[in-house]
């Protein structure tokens, strides 16, 4: 497998003929730190709907655990318009200003080191 080597290549860009790091390996950092935090959230909204659902069930008719576990499928929902409501103000605003790639991070490469 040679997955590993093939991932860290990206973030390896130098100046030709030098040991000197290009800007492109921010890009390549920033765009992987950006997708990590997008499957966290998409899994951490995952857990919070099990856990209300479970919550739910399991509440036995108590009133306060009815109510924790609204709370929590709540916070659930809200996360999820946020996520949405981000994503979507962005392609508004690509949709706006004429730039279509608003959702993909990029760097210009500079020829001067």
Same mark, same amino acid.
């Given at each position: 497998m040679h997955i590993v080597p093939v991932v860290f290549a990206a973030a390896l860009d130098t100046y030709p003929g030098t040991d000197v790091v290009m800007i492109s390996s921010l890009q390549t950092l920033f765009t992987n730190v950006v #997708? $990590? +935090? +997008? &499957? !966290?959230?998409? $899994? &951490? !909204? *995952?857990?919070? *709907? $099990? $856990?209300?659902?479970f919550s739910f069930l399991f509440s036995g008719g108590d009133p306060k655990k !009815?109510?924790?576990?609204?709370?929590?499928?709540?916070? &659930? +929902? +809200? #996360?999820?318009v946020v996520i949405v409501a981000a994503y979507l103000i962005l392609r508004l605003i690509g949709a706006f200003s004429g730039y279509a790639n608003i959702t993909k991070f990029s760097i210009s490469p500079s020829t001067t080191p």
């Open positions: #997708g $990590v +935090i +997008i &499957a !966290l959230a998409g $899994v &951490a !909204l *995952f857990i919070m *709907f $099990v $856990v209300a659902g !009815l109510e924790q576990a609204r709370g929590t499928l709540t916070n &659930a +929902i +809200i #996360g999820l």
